[in-house]
């Protein structure tokens, strides 16, 4: 009896002290929780080893590809956890900056990256409408250029000719800057001003132009007296082949017989559009250009449509600021039918890019071919060499003269 007392009075003793521990855990328990939540979740002041938790999603490596991502990870880690306002980081920010720095590091300024808001701006420019200062811009000698002003435009308006160099946007020194985050500098909002640095042969100037909404239209069409007409087509957008028909059954329905196609600061565009225009004036199923793949192989484009224009004589007016897709167009009508370039060397841009759509609205333009005249030129920095010289200078531009057409007009009496 004593015995099992001893033991129930041990019992009750050990119980008794558990009860009085357990608490003392549980609180321990509860503060080491909130600790590491703390932690995790929290950015003290005077934290120099903390950053903020990212969830990274969509991590699966392409099982074909053999790189090591471990300094890319090491990095990120560094970044995110060493920098000192790690609390304004943006991770999605991280990734297309990292994506655009691989683009970047093939050294080409036609294979680009564009986060969403870059490529929506695309698309826009594309379809003729958006806010900004009116010029194609491009990269010459690792020096952001002007392809052209775009007439009728602010930039045409303030001066700002095809070649000069862009040295400043806003007192910003623009070496080594991207087209891209040249373009998002210099559009914005209409109504808004902006300070352009250009070098213009030894010269350098500043220009303040004052951005607008710049609807382009894409094709115009002239009557130049004595059956002539001229069709100046400014760009190869989304509307170029459907403003193009338009002017053509003009030209057709109104009797005209000789033509004036002017492409001077025509900066490109689409491909198919360019193939279609000079479809017009050849027969259908004839090659236009030749596009040649990494591996050497060509591949002809054909027209597909059947020709309205077919012997009609035609004289091409071309400039400095001539590229792409009216080099193809111009390169394609000499080629075939001995058509007559008027003007001056073009920009020389031989080469074709794919854009690709990425998730969230991203886009991705690629290099992938060049392009070909039929007879095999490639005009890549070399442009093409007009068949008569005539030069355009800033003088006669502000008299309102235009030797190079005045020549054209010569050519088809």
Do not use: C
Not at 213 to 232: C, H, P, Q, R, T
Not at 241 to 266: C, P
Not at 305 to 311: A, F, I, M, T, V
Not at 322 to 330: F, G, R, T
């Amino acid at each position: 009896m004593e015995q099992r007392e001893e033991v129930f009075i041990q019992k009750k003793s050990f119980s008794k002290k558990i009860s009085q521990v357990i608490p003392k855990f549980v609180f321990i328990a509860i503060v080491f929780a909130f600790g590491i939540w703390v932690g995790q979740n929290v950015v003290f002041p005077f934290s120099s080893d903390r950053a903020p938790i990212f969830n990274i999603s969509n991590q699966n490596t392409p099982t074909q590809i053999k790189a090591d991502f471990a300094p890319f990870w090491d990095a990120w880690d560094k970044v995110t956890f060493g920098y000192l306002e790690r609390s304004k980081i943006d991770p999605q920010k991280l990734i297309y900056g990292a994506i655009a720095g691989m683009v970047n590091s093939l050294g080409d300024p036609y294979t680009v990256f564009l986060d969403p808001e870059q490529n929506r701006e695309f698309e826009l420019s594309l379809s003729g409408t958006y806010e900004g200062v009116g010029i194609e811009i491009d990269i010459r000698d690792k020096t952001l250029v002007v392809v052209a002003p775009i007439d009728g435009t602010p930039a045409q308006k303030a001066g700002v000719q095809a070649g000069d160099k862009i040295l400043q946007i806003d007192g910003e020194d623009t070496s080594g800057m991207s087209i891209q985050d040249a373009v998002a500098k210099i559009r914005g909002e209409r109504d808004t001003k902006i300070v352009l640095g250009l070098g213009r042969g030894d010269k350098k100037l500043e220009v303040t132009i004052t951005r607008a909404k710049i609807v382009i239209k894409s094709v115009e069409f002239e009557d130049l007296g004595d059956g002539v007409a001229k069709i100046k087509i400014t760009r190869f957008g989304d509307n170029t082949f459907s403003e193009w028909s338009k002017a053509v059954n003009k030209f057709v329905s109104t009797g005209y017989k000789k033509l004036i196609i002017d492409v001077r600061n025509n900066p490109g565009g689409r491909l198919d559009h360019s193939i279609s225009i000079a479809g017009d004036f050849v027969n259908k199923g004839t090659t236009v250009v030749i596009e040649e793949e990494a591996s050497g192989k060509q591949i002809p484009f054909k027209t597909e449509n059947n020709p309205r224009l077919k012997g009609v004589k035609t004289v091409i007016l071309i400039n400095k600021g001539s590229a792409s897709a009216s080099e193809i167009v111009a390169g394609a009508l000499r080629d075939l039918l001995g058509v007559k370039l008027v003007g001056e060397t073009t920009f020389g841009k031989g080469s074709i890019q794919k854009v690709e759509d990425l998730a969230a609205g991203a886009g991705l333009h690629i290099t992938f071919a060049k392009w070909l005249t039929p007879k095999g030129t490639w005009v890549n920095q070399e442009g093409l060499k007009p068949d008569i010289k005539v030069k355009r200078t800033s003088e006669d531009v502000k008299a309102d003269r235009d030797p190079q057409l005045d020549k054209a007009k010569q050519l088809l009496k």
